[in-house]
């Protein structure tokens, strides 16, 4: 199964909505930051268009995902 750059960008930003709620963009503003400062250009250039998904989901759900994801888990829980 090939799963394309885009589709792999919806998935890894649904996730990272899930994962940190109101607080994704931040974090994933902080991973671009951590791979630019590691010279990874690739790792980067991918995570902005991840907070570009991020940015194109709240605007097509009003915010509303925004405020109901903001009371999730503070991150990936560890043992599943």
Request: proline share 1%; net charge positive; charged share 30%.
């Amino acid at each position: 199964m090939n799963v394309s750059l885009e589709e792999s960008v919806a998935i890894y930003a649904r996730a990272t909505r899930k994962w940190f709620g109101g607080n994704a963009h931040e974090k994933t503003r902080e991973r671009i930051d951590q791979f630019a400062k590691a010279g990874d250009w690739e790792g980067a250039r991918v995570h902005r268009l991840v907070c570009e998904r991020l940015s194109q989901m709240e605007r097509q759900h009003g915010g509303a995902h925004s405020r109901l994801m903001s009371t999730g888990s503070e991150g990936p829980q560890a043992g599943g």
